[in-house]
């Protein structure tokens, strides 16, 4: 059982618990828990329920925070902040009243004719526009947390069955809870109620009802703490600090939006000089990155007094955290920055480098102008990305391992080809840690992280924190400052929280598959290399959430709060890091071994067979535009590069993205291929006569040099398409010619079927239709391209 110590405890639960009665509330069995039903009451009632069931002990301070959590006139005075009579708890209570306004905040009207009890979840991709046209509005059923529910639907309503199974299940694992940790208790909580109540809108009365409990719960708690840390900061004490202080946090800088950004990700996992063992090291190095990004956030809200919940996203190499504003906070800030990018410049010699900035954020900016102040971190991580180890290279212009100096017996790492190594070892210190977490990721249930500098071993040691791997039926040694759980299991024990690893590796026999035997399943024995990312990804979070005031035209307003952009960044990553993995691993049998390298934020790297990639690229695009609810707003880019397993996969990798880049360029929501754009809405024309063409020849007996005189063919018409060269006109009779030799004897009775495919792009039908003789000049090359090399023998490779 917890006894709660402080007032911080009091603040953070406190903010996390505020509106749980809204839970209760769209019950008619729950709702007679609570006097008169309102939420606050039932809100309180949880807290008694949490008493009772000996998981806290009892806490009226608590209880109080929870009901009385409101300063509305539409609400009882016996739920307002201003019947407490208490001074400090009143103070405590004003404090997570303006929490929770901050992380509501509204501009948009209401509906009161729907009934509150039944409103479902509006998909929060539903209302993101940036101009490319209206989404249909979906919602989510009531459903707890699981990968067959993450997609929204035509949904119109929540039945009673739904809400009170969901409330039986929630109340049933908090029972479980048996901690005497705050800490413990407070992340357990916080996962109960992400699991079960992501899909329960916040407000039901609001014209958007896109906000879930969840996301508002962990905003306010995020915010309460950080507003009680900057009055304690400040004023030294909660008896110091008055009413009207806490009140100022609307229109005065209280708060501070921090953000970070690793930069030399691309440089750092694909620089690899030799390929032995390279799924190992593409695994281990991809990760990495993930665990730096974790680490370095946990260091920020470890070192400033804040919680998990202030980590508003973290994801792709990016972060994002709520926190006080104050001078003691600032300074904490910059020693932070120094000992994290010294410690990577030394120990990665300028490889990685971690950008952090903040700015002040006052109280109604966390609601109703948040986009303003995430454009403005997102401004300042720009900038600072140019001043890269600037003070780090004035203090030392030279950097150099403990290994530098040891003249003959050193030399370079044959593996990484950058740092050195003792010549009677088989690699530097850093490739043995990448080929240990290579071997092991795949059998990592948990991730345990450590509030100390090293554990010893192979672990992962950075900011004076070290992370360790657990694997099934491992226990955890020590008491770990934070573990990451990747499976279902509870630990009751240890603070956690669920992730998701964001990768996945295809195995055969029990066995994890090698890059030479994937390839082997395509029909030329090519590996293919997969990258891709949502377009238009800054412009979404930053202008996306605005919507038109329905009582005056014309008029946009601005709906980008703090908790909105946690929820939608939370989706985004759940489609990559939890939905795509797991999918693509179900389906290895029919869409092919695929190893996916990493994926998470809104990007992703996979390495499989490239004839099935090409399958998979159209799958991953068709099943983002079903999470998204089909919303034209949301389009994708890939690049797919065709390499063989024993190319480098830095220049793989780098043709990947340069095919990405092409498609970026050259008008988005497409894939790269072939050195080809090609749209998506031409996807399934380009490749299925890709496959008409193998038909030809292996059905029909038609020669290979057919197919090849058809490129021939293919270059003509796109000759004349650019320069109009009448002499390139020549393709259409050279083709009638041939068709007419060498194809119609073989077709038997499928002449007409067969010859009219042919002639739609080719003959003089072809020209005359102006949309068939642009796909034969834009995008035939890929269609022919993708025959050949399907039917291409693995010697001819």
């Given amino acids: 059982m917890v006894i709660l110590k ?62 009385k959590h409101h300063e509305s006139q539409y609400f009882p005075k016996e739920l307002n902040v201003s019947s407490i009579k208490d001074t400090n708890l009143k103070k405590l209570a004003l404090i997570v009243a303006k929490a929770d306004n901050y992380s509501s905040m509204e501009r948009h009207g209401e509906d009161k004719t729907r009934s509150y009890k039944n409103v479902p979840l509006d998909s929060i991709f539903s209302r993101i526009d940036i101009g490319k046209g209206k989404a249909p509005t979906t919602r989510y059923y009531l459903r707890e947390f699981h990968k067959e529910h993450l997609f929204s639907k035509s949904h119109e309503a929540n039945s009673q069955s739904e809400v009170n199974d969901i409330i039986e299940k929630l109340l049933s694992e908090v029972r479980e809870i048996k901690t005497d940790s705050f800490q413990v208790l407070y992340l357990r909580v916080l996962e109960i109620i992400k699991k079960y109540v992501w899909t329960l809108p916040s407000d039901t009365q609001k014209e958007i009802c896109d906000l879930s409990l969840y996301d508002h719960l962990k905003t306010t708690s995020a915010i309460s703490i950080a507003s009680y840390n900057y009055h304690i900061e400040k004023n030294l004490s909660l008896e110091k600090t008055t009413q009207v202080s806490i009140n100022g946090g609307k229109k005065e800088p209280h708060f501070l939006l921090i953000g970070g950004d690793i930069s030399g990700i691309q440089s750092y996992i694909y620089s690899l000089a030799s390929s032995e063992n390279i799924a190992k090291r593409l695994r281990a190095r991809s990760f990495f990155i993930r665990v730096l990004t974790e680490l370095a956030s946990i260091k920020i809200v470890k070192d400033l007094n804040l919680t998990m919940s202030n980590i508003v996203i973290s994801n792709g190499g990016k972060f994002y955290i709520v926190a006080q504003n104050g001078e003691d906070t600032i300074e904490k800030l910059k020693n932070i920055r120094d000992l994290m990018n010294k410690e990577l410049y030394l120990d990665y010699e300028g490889e990685i480098f971690l950008n952090l900035q903040w700015t002040p954020v006052v109280g109604e900016e966390l609601g109703l102008k948040f986009s303003e102040k995430f454009d403005k971190i997102n401004d300042l991580l720009e900038i600072g990305k140019n001043r890269k180890f600037h003070k780090e290279i004035l203090e030392n212009p030279v950097v ?24 009677e070892e088989k690699s530097c210190k850093k490739c043995e840690i990448d080929e240990f977490w290579g071997s092991n990721l795949p059998k990592m249930e948990k991730l345990a992280i450590y509030d100390e500098k090293s554990l010893g071993g192979k672990e992962i040691s950075l900011f004076g924190l070290s992370v360790k791997i657990i694997k099934k039926d491992e226990e955890i040694k020590g008491s770990p400052y934070l573990v990451m759980n990747f499976g279902s299991e509870n630990m009751e024990n240890y603070p956690w929280i669920s992730g998701f690893y964001g990768g996945y590796v295809p195995t055969k026999n029990d066995e994890i598959m090698t890059f030479e035997e994937i390839a082997k399943e395509s029909k030329s024995k090519n590996l293919g290399i997969l990258k891709g990312d949502i377009d238009d990804l800054g412009m979404i ?27 939608l960044s939370r989706m985004i990553d759940v489609f990559f890091s939890y939905w795509l993995p797991k999918v693509l691993k179900e389906n290895q049998s029919t ?4 190893y996916v390298v990493y994926a998470g934020g809104d990007d992703f790297m996979i390495v499989g067979p490239w004839d099935k990639l090409i399958t998979s690229s159209n799958f991953i695009k068709q099943e983002f535009q079903r999470f998204v609810g089909f919303n034209p707003n949301f389009t994708i880019s890939m690049g797919l590069a065709i390499t063989k397993d024993k190319d480098p996969i830095y220049l793989s990798s780098k043709w990947a993205t340069e095919l990405e880049s ?136």
């Fill in 6 to 67: 402080n007032d911080y405890e009091r603040v953070a639960l406190g903010g996390l618990l505020h509106d749980i009665g809204k839970l209760f509330n769209r019950s008619d069995f729950y709702r007679e828990k609570g006097v008169s039903g309102e939420h606050p009451f039932l809100s309180s009632w949880f807290v008694d329920y949490i008493v009772e069931n000996k998981i806290i002990s009892n806490d009226e301070a608590l209880k109080e925070i929870t009901q």
């Fill in 400 to 423: 150099a391992g403990d290994i530098y100096g040891a003249g003959e017996k050193v030399e370079l790492c044959p593996i990484c080809g950058k740092f050195l190594k003792f010549k």
């Fill in 541 to 567: 979070f930053s202008m996306g959430l605005k919507i038109e005031d329905r009582d005056e035209e014309s008029v946009v307003q601005d709906v980008t709060s703090i908790s909105r952009v946690a929820t």
């Fill in 591 to 594: 869409l092919g071994s695929h």
């Fill in 662 to 797: 092409l498609v970026k360029g050259s008008g988005k929501d497409g894939i790269g291929v072939f050195d080809t754009y090609i749209p998506w809405k031409k996807y399934k024309e380009v490749f299925e006569f890709g496959d008409f063409l193998i038909e030809l020849r292996e059905k029909y007996g038609v020669s290979q040099s057919f197919i090849y005189r058809l490129l021939k063919y293919t270059s003509m018409a796109e000759n004349y398409f650019k320069n109009r060269d009448s002499k390139e006109l020549m393709y259409l009779s050279k083709f009638e010619y041939d068709i007419s030799r060498n194809i119609v004897p073989k077709l038997g009775d499928n002449k007409k079927e067969v010859l009219g495919k042919l002639i739609k792009y080719f003959g003089h039908e072809g020209f005359v239709d102006s949309r068939n003789h642009e796909f034969l000049c834009k995008y035939m090359r890929v269609s022919i391209n993708y025959a050949v090399r399907k039917l291409r023998e693995v010697n001819n490779v």
